[in-house]
């Protein structure tokens, strides 16, 4: 059965820093293009950042553009989200989550997306 399973959420204040990694069982990520999105209480899941199959294609949302960082090892079968300079805006559940409709990172449609984490959630304190 395939699985996503986020780690290395928590708690930080504004300014700080995180590491987020997503680990895959059930199937193998290098034939999946990746995301992250992100949701707050009451409002809507949002698109964070995506990365191609071969990690040659990234993107950003503009609230976290040259603050995150996504990379990928598809050798160890994990994504990971770089955060830094984290703000209160920030604070959210992360999901991570693999298409195998969407390989180039075009965007971020959720219908796309058949397998999603359970979510890390990620507070940030002013």
């Known amino acids: 059965q395939p699985q996503l399973v986020e780690s290395g959420g928590g708690l930080v204040h504004s300014g700080g820093s995180l590491r987020l990694s997503c680990a895959a069982s059930g199937f193998t990520l290098r034939y999946y293009g990746l995301a992250w999105f992100r949701q707050a209480p009451g409002k809507e899941r949002e698109g964070v950042s995506c990365?191609?199959?071969?990690?040659?294609?990234?993107n950003y949302a503009d609230s976290v553009s040259g603050r995150f960082t996504i990379s990928r090892d598809n050798a160890k079968n994990m994504v990971y989200l770089q955060m830094n300079s984290l703000k209160p805006e920030d604070t959210a559940v992360y999901y991570c989550?693999?298409?195998?409709?969407?390989?180039?990172?075009?965007?971020?449609?959720?219908?796309?997306?058949?397998?999603w984490g359970q979510g890390t959630q990620v507070t940030v304190s002013s």
């Open positions: 989550a693999a298409t195998n409709l969407d390989y180039y990172c075009s965007g971020y449609v959720p219908s796309n997306y058949a397998y």
């Open positions: 990365i191609s199959l071969r990690g040659g294609g990234t």
